[in-house]
């Protein structure tokens, strides 16, 4: 249920909140086998929408490349868009349609691969 949040966790806090998820995979699971949601909210609000918030910020502070502005602009403000979506609603970046979804276009038409 969380593998798309462990495969971005590649480096320094990420790697680490996916540890906190996989040791808290089983207060994930409620007692049927469904995931527990009010878990899951709360390690998205405490570990993902900070850490995402953070690296906005050092984004942000990067030097965009001569004739590239207008694309990064709209791909940060994509990704400022699905912060704040994902932090009124926490559950809402599990879904295959996650307020992240515009903005992993973009960045991988503009030529990303990476999670950002």
Do not use: H
């Not at 798309?4 to 680490?16: Q, Y």
């Not at 906005?56 to 699905?82: H, N, T």
Request: hydrophobic share 40%.
């Amino acid at each position: 249920m969380f593998r798309w949040i462990t495969g971005m966790a590649l480096r320094g806090t990420r790697k680490e909140w996916a540890a906190q998820i996989a040791s808290s995979e089983k207060e994930l699971q409620g007692e049927n086998g469904s995931m527990n949601k009010e878990k899951a909210a709360e390690l998205i609000s405490s570990g993902l929408i900070p850490l995402m918030k953070d690296e906005q910020s050092k984004l942000k502070a990067l030097e965009v490349p001569a004739g590239d502005e207008e694309a990064i602009s709209k791909m940060l403000e994509a990704r400022s868009k699905a912060i704040e979506d994902i932090e009124a609603d926490p559950l809402a970046a599990l879904t295959k349609s996650s307020p992240l979804t515009a903005f992993t276009a973009q960045q991988r038409a503009y030529g990303l691969q990476c999670g950002l």
